[in-house]
Every structure is written in structure tokens, then in C-alpha cells.
């Protein structure tokens, strides 16, 4: 079992409507959450991350995290032509240091 | 703030040849971290470095090492390379433990 997964999509959604991505993950010791946005042939860039349950907003993005769950979504408010990217689940997992366990990643298209 | 660093961009070996990839972190960055990117396989986490020490180490072959030099810079070296070495390798930097990872432009292995 993989430690985060991720709908590969694709997901296409319109100009200006809500794109909802998820991720679940499976150890319970996941204790940071962070998303990545990569364009093709480009390299991850962060967009946010989050450590509590809850929502955190941050302009145009919000990230959720459940931990009872083992669930973190992103939204993306407004959808524009230029987030059609590559976004990246990525979690640290207690004790391991500054290792990352990334997802596949969810390939997002918005629809002009 | 520079980014992070990775030299050179690009590289084309052939088989049993080596390679050594360079990245500078971001200043003040003590943690640095190495990442293969691959279509099938997604990130997959190499090493960790944190001032001078190997933190964490990935489930890749011995013929995978890396180093970190005082002044925080990262080099890691791929010995009798494969075809199936070919990827996108990442550098990552952060501040310590639990940050978020900021990564270069990479550094683009093609082997033949």
C-alpha cells in the first residue's frame, strides 16, 4: 500500500468553477500535509501546507485536512486556464526526518 | 532570496558511465534532500542531508550517494548507470525538519 494516494484524473473543470483534488494517505504518524503545483516539464512548486485538522485559505486556495479521516483536499476557488497543472499531494511522516512521501499527483485541466 | 540550484540541466550519458549533479540550497537552508522523478513511479526520495549528515536514505541501490559539503551545498553521484536511471532528479531544500521543501529546476538524466 502506497503512503499517499491520489486520483491521477484527469480532472477538467470550466474557467471560474470550483476544482476540488484529493488525497488520502495511510500512516497514522503523518504529521504535515503540503501541496505542489507542477507544470509540465517544470519542478514542484509549493502552494500550501497545513498541520492541523481544519481548513487553512490562502487566496484563491483552501486545504482541509482530516486526520480522523487520513484525508487532505485542496480547492482551487475561481478557476483559471493557468492552474491547468500537475498538483502533488505530498505529507512527512513523524520520525522519519525531513522525508516526503509524495502521491502520483492529479493532472488538472480548466476548461476556457 | 536565490532558489535553489541544480547544474547542469540537462545530461545524456551512456550505460556504465557516472554522473555527479550539483545543487545549492537556498541560504540559511540546512537540510537538503534528493528526488527522482520518474512517469511510472512519481517522487521518490533518495537521501536527506542535514548539515553534513545523511539523515535518511531512500530504497535505491548503492550505486546512489550523495554529500553535503559545509556550506550547506549538495552533490549526489550515480555510479555504472542504467537505462532505467533516466528521470528527472530533484533538489530540495528546507529549513529543518517538518518545513516545506523548496525544489530546483532539476536536472534532466537521460541515459542510452
Not at chain 1, 48 to 70: C, H, P, V
Request: aromatic share 12%; with cysteine; charged share 15%.
Amino acid at each position: 500500500q502506497k503512503e499517499v494516494e491520489q486520483n491521477s484524473g484527469p480532472l477538467s473543470v470550466p474557467e471560474g468553477a470550483i476544482a476540488s483534488l484529493n488525497c488520502t494517505y495511510s500512516d497514522r504518524g503523518s504529521q504535515s500535509f503540503f501541496w505542489y503545483r507542477q507544470y509540465s516539464g517544470k519542478s514542484p512548486e509549493l502552494i500550501m501546507f497545513i498541520y492541523s485538522n481544519g481548513d487553512k485559505e490562502d487566496g484563491r486556495f483552501t486545504a482541509q485536512l482530516n486526520k480522523a479521516s487520513q484525508y487532505v483536499s485542496l480547492l482551487i476557488r475561481d478557476s483559471q486556464p493557468s492552474d491547468s497543472a500537475t498538483y502533488l499531494c505530498a505529507v512527512n511522516i513523524r520520525g522519519t526526518g525531513n522525508q516526503f512521501y509524495f502521491g502520483t499527483g492529479t493532472s488538472l485541466t480548466v476548461i476556457p | 532570496k536565490a532558489g535553489v540550484t541544480q547544474t547542469p540541466r540537462y545530461l545524456i550519458k551512456t550505460r556504465g558511465q557516472q554522473v555527479t549533479l550539483s545543487c545549492s540550497p537556498i541560504s540559511g537552508h540546512r537540510s537538503v534532500s534528493w528526488y527522482q522523478q520518474t512517469p511510472g513511479q512519481g517522487l521518490q526520495f533518495l537521501f536527506e542531508y542535514f548539515s553534513e549528515t545523511q539523515r535518511n536514505k531512500g530504497n535505491f541501490p548503492g550505486r546512489f550517494s550523495g554529500r553535503q559539503f559545509s556550506n550547506s551545498r549538495s552533490e549526489m553521484n550515480v555510479s555504472t548507470l542504467e537505462l532505467g536511471d533516466s528521470a528527472l532528479y530533484l533538489c530540495a531544500s528546507s529549513l529543518d525538519n517538518n518545513s516545506p521543501l523548496h525544489f530546483g529546476n532539476g536536472t534532466r538524466l537521460t541515459v542510452t
